[in-house]
């Protein structure tokens, strides 16, 4: 009878050990699958660079970009202004991204140092934290593809830093 009691002791023992190490590695996998961790995209490096910083929605692309293999150049987007953190922005701004196939903390090059970011694409509708500087022409040195050309005299900023705001 004795030996029947530290089995059967043991043997709940081991089945609730087996459980809790079960739950906990669900929790603990479930974790990772909740999605991105929120954020408002600020770092050291938007928060301090630039002229102007902006938390804005990419709300056009106008047409595909170019591949970089010929030539390096900024691609003029369409941005709406949902918060301005330092300098003056507001509503619709253009905004120029430097060889934008390429992820932003890969983007820098002898032409435009001082550019990063952690953005990896460009999607309509994501929401990013720009450092910028204002007008383009003073600090890009590279062509400029802009398809809004005439259709405003609005200035196009220069973008220096873009991280990915997660909401």
Not at 25 to 32: Q, R
Not at 61 to 69: C, L, S, T, V
Not at 116 to 139: C, K, Q
């Amino acid at each position: 009878m004795n030996l029947f009691v530290k089995l059967k002791t043991g043997l709940l023992s081991f089945v609730s050990f087996m459980s809790f190490s079960s739950f906990s590695c669900c929790l603990l996998c479930c974790a990772g699958c909740a999605g991105p961790q929120l954020t408002d995209g600020a770092d050291e490096h938007v928060a301090t660079v630039g002229s102007v910083e902006v938390t804005a929605k990419l709300v056009d692309i106008p047409g595909e970009f170019p591949p970089n293999d010929l030539y390096d150049y900024a691609y003029v987007l369409k941005y709406e202004v949902q918060t301005t953190h330092r300098g003056q922005a507001a509503g619709a701004i253009l905004v120029g991204q430097y060889n934008p196939l390429k992820p932003r903390n890969e983007a820098a090059d002898k032409r435009a140092e001082d550019i990063g970011g952690n953005v990896t694409e460009f999607r309509v509708g994501d929401v990013h934290r720009l450092a910028l500087e204002v007008p383009i022409d003073e600090y890009c040195m590279a062509g400029i593809i802009n398809k809004y050309a005439g259709q405003t005299d609005a200035p196009i900023y220069w973008a220096v830093w873009t991280n990915k705001v997660v909401q």
